[in-house]
């Protein structure tokens, strides 16, 4: 414990890389504690490993948090800062549908490798292996016990420790547990951004089987989420499930949950479209009414589901409930997948306990706090990263001017 450390970062994720880059960049002798052998791992595994970094629509409308901190943090890393960052870090960068950003290499290794030369470059130092299990603050200063028996010595922590989601790769509760013991409090953490398990066997049926959809949460507020839906044996995945997973998940705790799917969100007035088709398509029978508007599975549960006849012609029959069961289709959510499965957590520290200008913590005077262990969740599409790196970089701007 011989070396006192300007800044001394927990984590080596999104926000504690950046933050680490900065704070080191600033001339802050700057140390960075990673448990894992490895770091990044959680920016590896990113957008299906490709890492969409962050989103040009990126705005407090896509976050479950105060909208003033998101307000405060876009203020001090926009879309547009993020963009011209890792380009300047040597990433050749695409964008993509619904504005979403990745590396044009393909691989999130891309933006992992930019990061750690960068880092290595500017005299920061990070040791992995090291899990911190103890924060004593001092009137002046912090000293941090690893797991491993190293007691490191620092001006400023900043806890970049991610959140419970993805345990295979480095998720852990250890930054609430830290957090907690320096006076924060826990919101209880939930998975987010993750398959929702539905009550309706006969959906497995359908299992593999991807469409574009609206799907709309029965909660209070209602969610919309509109995208690819994707049918799993035990329920539904894919964006239009992931970007009402963040509500459901909440309402969750109050019980099941109902969700309406819209299997033509491109229509604008389905009644008419489906009267024009009864006019013209009448005398064919179900099946074949609805050849060539949905996939064939889902043409068969859908006539066993309302109970249609099969063998007379659609103009013969009371269509109304399936038609409307084509823009409504109830299915009843009574779980989230598990942590492993999970690509974010709602809940964590409680927001309105740190400083939106600095993300220093109101109770402890040194301490920073970044990232998903903050009670701060996006939807799909890059906004959790950007959050991220948005932290740990205004973080770093505040302890840059102190």
């Not at 705790?253 to 007035?269: A, C, K, R, T």
Request: overall charge positive; charged content about 20%; aromatic content about 8%.
């Amino acid at each position: 414990m011989d070396t006192l450390y300007d800044v001394l970062i927990v984590g080596a994720g999104a926000s504690g890389l950046l933050c680490g880059l900065e704070c080191a960049r600033a001339g802050k002798k700057t140390l960075i504690l990673e448990k894992d052998p490895l770091p990044a791992r959680k920016i590896l595994v990113s957008g299906n490993g490709r890492c969409n970094l962050t989103n040009r629509f990126v705005s407090p409308d896509y976050y479950r948090a105060d909208p003033a901190l998101i307000e405060s943090t876009l203020q001090h890393f926009s879309f547009e800062d993020c963009k011209h960052y890792f380009e300047d870090l040597g990433v050749l960068l695409t964008e993509e549908a619904q504005g979403r950003v990745f590396p044009a290499a393909g691989k999130a290794t891309a933006v992992a490798d930019a990061l750690k030369a960068a880092l290595k470059e500017s005299g920061a130092q990070l040791l992995t292996g090291q899990e911190v299990i103890k924060i004593k603050h001092t009137k002046t200063d912090f000293i941090l016990t690893t797991k491993q028996g190293p007691a490191f010595h620092t001006h400023k922590v900043v806890l970049a420790c991610g959140s419970c989601a993805y345990p295979q790769v480095t998720g852990t509760n250890a930054g609430y547990e830290l957090a907690k013991s320096l006076g924060h409090t826990i919101i209880p953490p939930l998975p987010v951004l993750s398959g929702l398990c539905l009550k309706e066997t006969a959906l497995t049926r359908l299992s593999g089987i991807k469409c574009q959809v609206r799907t709309t949460a029965k909660t209070n507020p209602v969610a919309t989420a509109e995208g690819e839906l994707i049918f799993t044996n035990y329920g539904i995945n894919g964006p239009a499930a992931l970007n009402v997973s963040q509500i459901v998940s909440r309402n969750l705790q109050n019980g099941p949950v109902s969700i309406e799917i819209n299997f033509f969100p491109q229509l604008d007035n389905p009644q008419q479209f489906f009267r024009t088709r009864l006019e013209k398509f009448g005398s064919r029978k179900p099946k074949d009414f609805f050849a060539g508007l949905l996939h064939e599975s889902i043409t068969n549960l859908l006539i066993d589901f309302t109970g249609l006849r099969k063998q007379v012609p659609v103009r013969e029959q009371n269509m109304q409930r399936a038609l409307h069961t084509l823009t409504a289709w109830p299915v009843t959510v009574t779980a989230m997948r598990p942590w492993k499965e999970a690509m974010a957590a709602a809940g964590g520290v409680k927001t309105r306990e740190i400083n939106y200008n600095t993300f220093e913590s109101l109770l402890c005077p040194g301490l920073y706090i970044t990232g998903e262990l903050l009670d701060v969740d996006g939807k799909s599409g890059g906004l959790n990263l950007h959050f991220a790196w948005a932290s740990g970089f205004t973080a770093a701007q505040a302890i840059k001017e102190k």
